[in-house]
T-cell receptor
Framework: DQQVKQNSPSLSVQEGRISILNCDYT??????FLWYKKYPAEGPTFLIS?????DKNEDGRFTVFLNKSAKHLSLHIVPSQPGDSAVYFC???????????FGKGTRLSVIA | EAQVTQNPRYLITVTGKKLTVTCSQNMNHEYMSWYRQDPGLGLRQIYYSMNVEVTDKGDVPEGYKVSRKEKRNFPLILESPSPNQTSLYFCASSLWTGASGYTFGSGTRLTVV
């Protein structure tokens, strides 16, 4: 049973517009959430995170929103740039001794 | 430079021929893990280790072995590789399991024919 779901395998956005990537989770014990970005031929790299005590975390062009009641988080990228084209993975953890659980990823294409 | 190093980057092998993919980190991380990435399936955890001599199965451990004799190294062993183990493999490490985030290696693309 998938505990972290990214239901959109791909997303295309025009350069300069907002990209919104969505992630849903089923395990109510998760209390820490992360987004990773992956370019072809490279390993995933950490992008931004949020703990369950917050509902928003911002880092430059990237903002993650957490809606605990809906078990939903989203990553907003504003403005989108061609270099943002990559696969984005959502991940979740129950803080302490549980490994990260990853979603299947969403491929973002930013079109110039 | 803080990094996770995997070797080899690319490997083509034949069914049944034992192989080892090495993983080494220079950040003194306690936690290390192996993932495989397959189209449409995302990142699936194979094995993980919370510290030296402590390993545990992830979601897809069948056909794989690991060892953690030293803190910095976490090799992935395929005793008898099969074509369904053709995949892209990533090693990752972190200070602890969850909140600190993982540092990933660059990946090993394995093809078993």
């Amino acid at each position: 049973d998938q505990q972290v779901k990214q239901n959109s395998p791909s997303l295309s956005v025009q350069e300069g517009r907002i990209s919104i990537l969505n992630c849903d989770y089923t395990n109510s014990m998760f209390d820490y959430f992360l987004w990773y970005k992956k370019y072809p031929a490279e390993g995933p790299t950490f992008l931004i995170s949020i703990s369950s005590i917050k509902d928003k975390n911002e880092d430059g062009r990237f903002t993650v929103f957490l809606n605990k009641s809906a078990k939903h988080l989203s990553l907003h990228i504003v403005p989108s740039q061609p270099g943002d084209s990559a696969v984005y993975f959502c991940a979740a953890s129950h803080s302490g001794n549980t490994p990260l659980v990853f979603g299947k990823g969403t491929r973002l294409s930013v079109i110039a | 430079e803080a990094q996770v190093t995997q070797n080899p980057r690319y490997l083509i092998t034949v069914t049944g021929k034992k192989l080892t993919v090495t993983c080494s980190q220079n950040m003194n991380h306690e936690y290390m893990s192996w993932y495989r990435q397959d189209p449409g399936l995302g990142l699936r955890q194979i094995y993980y280790s919370m510290n030296v001599e402590v390993t545990d199965k992830g979601d897809v451990p069948e056909g794989y072995k690991v060892s953690r004799k030293e803190k910095r190294n976490f090799p992935l062993i395929l005793e008898s590789p099969s074509p369904n183990q053709t995949s892209l493999y990533f090693c990752a490490s972190s200070l602890w399991t969850g909140a600190s985030g993982y540092t990933f290696g660059s990946g090993t693309r394995l093809t078993v024919v």
